[in-house]
């Protein structure tokens, strides 16, 4: 446990301004997405590596538990410090873009970076950083690494892990190591950068990302396909995927979202016989690589019963089809005052079924469960509508339909997290998606790393 003496040390290698235990601090690092609250016993701010090295030197042997901590922005409880000890926050100091390095087409960024930030700044050299997790305004790319996070353009251009070529990381004792060079190929040693990302801070604390950059598309377009029910969109995903279509996105709304939205935002202007929507951008270097892309996406729409396509002609065109995908999540609160939501993925060619699936869950237990989405990857926003979040029947049964979810999910091949990660909420469920020896592995592995257990202990059921 931390005491006052402690503090004292740790002051002496951060300087007394960046650690703080007034009840101020504590209450404003005790919570992220998910609401739940957890107070620290400290908050600390350290201002380069090496301050990072000695605290968890110091930390190591008193073995005080360290949780690192972004944007706060995780919706598992990823950076909630469930059992107390001391918040590592990165977002103060370390923020630099270090480097932008156009030869190699490389950016070398410090972890408090925010996403944004790091994408504005390589367009402005003709380069292109494509992660775009929704929280990309505030969510540092720390954070994106440690939870591998992912985003609408996921469909064309992968996720986090696609992107890191390098890292530079404190071990819990307070070494400090560089996995990944910034070579295209490397297949010296174990892939320990493979290993960081997604570990969600409890194996190392990241101090520098190295990430690939790519040029930037010169044209996009935006588009909308209209389908009668939300079976004959989620039919159309994969087979246009299959027919050669490569959107840079492809989100899908379901007609629970819909109704919502129309209820929500009384003046939108979506179609009146929408009972599923795909909505997205595509992209290219040319006029006619974008339009071939529409054909292409038209045709095969049309082909599994599409009964409408937009293509957006001005960019107050396309913010106007983009809105309803981007207000969806807050819609949905029509339904109810608690949504229990979850981030499932699937294999593409299982949507209608898992959606289907899903559906008849919702209707067992009494709840309405509308889905949105990242359809191009198969990524599902589940939400669980409560009623009344203070009924603990409700709750219960709300808590029984998402393991469901789950378990139907793991059966179909798929996963409990496409981007939000496991943290504490979906921890008690890694039982469903691992099986003994994979999660002892998962156990020997964290060892490994941190011996003590102090670094964002028990998450992961870990």
């Not at 060079?181 to 493979?194: M, R």
């Not at 790519?214 to 396909?225: A, D, H, R, S």
């Not at 054909?295 to 983009?322: P, R, V, Y």
């Not at 789950?406 to 008690?428: C, N, R, Y």
Request: proline letters at 5%; aromatic letters at 8%.
């Amino acid at each position: 446990m931390i005491n006052p003496a402690h503090l004292e040390e740790i002051k002496k290698i951060v300087g007394d301004d960046n650690v703080k235990s007034d009840k101020a601090h504590l209450i404003a690092y005790c919570y992220d997405a998910t609401r739940e609250r957890f107070e620290p016993d400290a908050v600390v701010f350290p201002r380069n590596e090496q301050d990072v090295s000695e605290v968890m030197k110091l930390c190591n042997e008193h073995k005080i538990i360290i949780v690192p901590r972004g944007a706060g922005s995780c919706f598992t409880g990823g950076a909630l410090p469930s059992h107390g000890g001391i918040i590592l926050s990165l977002e103060r100091y370390m923020n630099e873009i270090l480097e932008i390095d156009m030869e190699n087409m490389l950016g070398r960024v410090q972890p408090g970076v925010i996403n944004m930030d790091f994408q504005k700044a390589a367009e402005e050299v003709g380069l292109f950083y494509p992660p775009d997790p929704a929280s990309e305004l505030y969510c540092t790319l720390g954070g994106n690494v440690a939870e591998n996070a992912g985003g609408m353009r996921a469909a064309k251009y992968g996720i986090t892990k696609d992107y890191v070529v390098a890292l530079r990381a404190v071990l819990p004792n307070g070494e400090i190591i560089t996995a990944g060079k910034k070579t295209i190929k490397d297949v010296a040693g174990y892939n320990t950068a493979g290993i960081l990302i997604a570990s969600e801070g409890t194996l190392a604390i990241i101090t520098e990302i190295t990430l690939k950059l790519i040029p930037k598309p010169k044209f996009k377009q935006t588009y909308m396909g209209i389908f009668p029910d939300v079976t004959k969109a989620m039919n159309a995903v994969f087979k246009s995927l299959a027919a050669g279509a490569n959107p840079v996105a492809m989100e899908f709304l379901d007609a629970l979202v819909i109704d919502a939205l129309k209820q929500k935002f009384p003046d939108i202007e979506l179609p009146q016989d929408a009972g599923g929507i795909l909505v997205g951008d595509v992209d290219g270097n040319s006029e006619s690589e974008v339009q071939a892309q529409l054909d292409t996406l038209q045709k095969s729409f049309k082909e599994n019963g599409s009964n409408g396509f937009i293509i957006a002609q001005t960019q107050e065109e396309a913010a106007k089809l983009w809105f309803a995908r981007k207000n969806a999540s807050p819609a949905t609160m029509v339904y109810g005052t608690k949504k229990l939501n979850e981030d499932i993925s699937v294999p593409r060619s299982k949507l209608p079924e898992a959606l289907e699936e899903i559906y008849k869950i919702g209707d067992k237990y009494g709840f309405k469960v509308p889905c949105f989405g990242h359809s191009g990857d198969g990524n599902i926003h589940v939400n669980v509508m409560v009623k009344d979040k203070n009924n603990e029947q409700e709750m219960h049964d709300g808590h029984k339909a998402i393991e469901e979810i789950f378990q139907l999910v793991v059966d179909m091949g798929g996963t409990l997290s496409g981007e939000h990660g496991i943290g504490l909420s979906k921890a008690p469920f890694m039982n469903i998606a691992f099986n003994d020896a994979e999660i002892e592995l998962f156990r020997s592995i964290k060892k490994a790393f941190d011996p003590n257990n102090i670094l964002n202990p028990f998450k992961m059921g870990l």
